[in-house]
């Protein structure tokens, strides 16, 4: 994106989310980090807010050891800076205490038992971790969360406004275990879903909720991770800690789910989905914001196939679940301007903080279909084979069906992947996989019976290459021959908030491939019969198009055929293709916000490297460590 348009983006989000916090101020009841500060942070804590304008927000982790290195004597300056800096950009900051391995040794010598692993030896393991459910572990690393919390309360309030949340990290790290391999002593031994663990945890969030929640004064929203709600198949071990969470955190916190940013067709999908999006997008009960990261898996052989093209259905695929904070490295911060990834970024802030229909002023839908193997019912097992995840021959008999239409397998060993492995060692596109997404990823837009419609495409003019356009990936099409000329669209409930007419903009990106092909939108105006709002001939390019039609008249009350409030018509025989479907309330904003025009392939495209051994284990930390280096290094030279 040219400089004139990110600045002139960035400005007119700014007055766009002014209003609708104010508004939202009076409606709506929101605790906890604004919607206006959803959208990409700096997980890195360094980057320069001039030089990359879409950031919202940045971390701040400073270790126990670090702060406090000799007992009772404690070293602010970490967290001084953090908060000084967040006031000063007027940017929102999370911070965490990291203890666990970080724990200073003076507190061993107290008598904390020093427990060792089975993995520490492993690449960017930790040396040993304290016993947590020591009393004598439990004194301290209290003490130093009440001090913390004093320390936080001697700001002004404006500036601990500027602090949106805290990640609770009771374990090792934030992924809240407490160790990373098994105790060499096994009289050390805290199983993650064992009762002495979840009873040191919900003890760690309760002493959280006194010192920085609504009672303390404080107010500061919490971000837990391992809590949901009990699931349908019942083989959920985390309910207890998601009651609590219920219970005690009535305005609502926060929840991390890692994966969902850092690729797509990931295993497990639908679950991370599924289990929390009631409670992020037009939340009827408690509401719940959500964060994930962007850690080294940008560097990894999937997805140097193609970068830009990655980020954008990461961007998507997280969007689709109600992801609200998107923590991505500095490493990919710094390269994503040249590369042009930044587009990215922008467009999940443009829907990030799209919770409340009635106030949201963008919606989108991402025609995309994934070949689910878990799925017994689209495809029984007396015709694909039995359902598990290593059943590789089932997940090939499937994408078989849909090979006319561009589906392909191109790793097939990662197919019997879990996520994690996925993320480091997979080396192809995939388009089945097991509970992979399978339906349209969206915001507050959606298409009514797709497969009855339309027919999913992949890989749209070709084998995915390191310059194919983001949007090839995943598309949906008219079949004329089969009846399937028209796609119809619905608005969530609540966003049309009456039956009068009104300002709406369609944006739609569809793929030129025939010369003299010709395809229309019509739309509810309030009428028996729908409205045409614009015709479409194509040139037969072979590129994709952005179409924009700005309606004065849209009513979009679900008065149209099959209740929708707008349709793409084939009107012709020849069949059209489409990725994205875009609608913002009100007249088209201008510059408008595009990827770059052509997909450029850099240096180190197609390669990245794989894991190393035990290095999954700790995947992301390395930059914290890196981070940390920097800080000390900092106060040596002052």
Known sequence: MNK??????????????????????????????????????????AMDIKQYPFLKGTSCDFPWNEVEKTSGEYDWSILDKAIERAYKEKISLYISFEAGPKTPEWVYEKGVPKVTTNATKNPGAFDHYPYYVSPEYKKYYHRFLTEVAKHISSFSKEKIRCISFIQVKTGCTG?????????IDTNYSLPT?????????????????????????????????????????????????????????????GIKNGALSRGHHLSGEIDAVNTFLPYLVDPKEVTLFRRSEMDQTWTRPWYQLNVQLNFYWGAINALNAGQSVWDVTSGALKVSKEQGFDFSFYFFNKYAGQIH?????????????????????????????????????????????????????????????????????????????????????????????????????????????????????????????????????KLHEGFSQDNKPKIMSITVVWYDAMEGSKWKLDYDAGNKTMKTAMTVTGKGDQKWHHEVITIKDAVFKNGGTKGADFVLLNADDKDDIFSLVEVHRGEQELPLLRPQEENRAFKGSAKGTKYGKGENAVEGDKEKKGKREKVKKDKRNK
């Open 4 to 45: 004139y348009s990110l600045e002139s983006f960035n400005i007119r989000k700014k007055i766009i989310l002014i209003a609708l916090i104010a508004f939202s101020n009076t409606v709506i009841s929101q605790v906890g980090p604004q919607p206006s500060s959803f959208g990409v942070w700096d997980r890195g804590e």
């Open 175 to 183: 992924d809240e275990c407490a160790y990373k391999g098994e105790p």
């Open 357 to 489: 229909p009635e106030t949201a002023t963008d919606a989108f839908c991402a025609l995309h279909k994934g070949l689910n193997a878990a799925d017994t019912k689209a495809y029984p097992e007396d015709k694909y084979g039995k359902a598990s995840h290593g059943n590789i021959e089932r997940m090939e008999k499937i994408t078989d069906e849909y090979a006319k239409y561009g589906a392909a397998n191109d790793d097939k060993n990662a197919l019997k992947m879990g996520q994690v492995k996925q993320r480091g060692d997979q080396v192809g596109f995939n388009d089945a996989g097991w509970e992979i997404w399978p339906d349209n990823y969206s915001r507050l837009l959606y298409q009514i019976e797709p497969d009855a419609t339309s027919i999913p495409l992949w890989r749209v003019g070709g084998p995915i290459t390191d310059s194919s356009s983001i949007y090839s990936r995943f598309a949906r099409g008219f079949e004329h021959a089969t009846g399937k000329d028209a796609m119809y669209f």
């Open 193 to 253: 879903k064992s009762a002495k663990w979840r009873e040191f945890r919900l003890e760690t969030f309760a002493l959280h909720n006194k010192l920085f929640g609504k009672q303390s004064g404080l107010n500061i929203s919490m971000l837990l991770n391992n809590l949901e709600p009990q699931s349908n198949d019942g083989k959920n071990n985390f309910v207890q800690e998601w009651d609590w969470a219920i219970k005690n955190l009535k305005d609502g916190f």
